[in-house]
């Protein structure tokens, strides 16, 4: 997983003021932002939230489960 500073979050599409204030609808939890995916991982959930043109989608029926050790 990679962590991408405030401007290269900027260039990719994603405000990160925006990533500041996300949690995860299911455990209204922290997302850790991997920018090398494209998506919002909630560790606590175990859930991957993608990212479309710079937009989270922030719905668990979206989410991708992420395997054991991810």
Same mark, same amino acid.
Request: proline share 9%; glycine share 8%; with cysteine.
């Given at each position: ?39 919002? /991982? ?12 710079? /937009?989270? /989608? ?13």
């Amino acid at each position: 997983m990679t962590t991408e500073s405030p401007s290269a979050s900027r260039r990719s599409g994603v405000d990160p003021k925006l990533l500041e204030i996300l949690v995860c609808p299911a455990t209204h939890g922290p997302l850790e932002y991997d920018a090398e995916a494209g998506e919002l /991982i909630s560790r606590k959930a175990g859930l991957a939230y993608p990212i479309r043109d710079g /937009i989270p /989608i922030m719905l668990v029926s979206e989410a991708r489960h992420l395997k054991d050790g991810a």
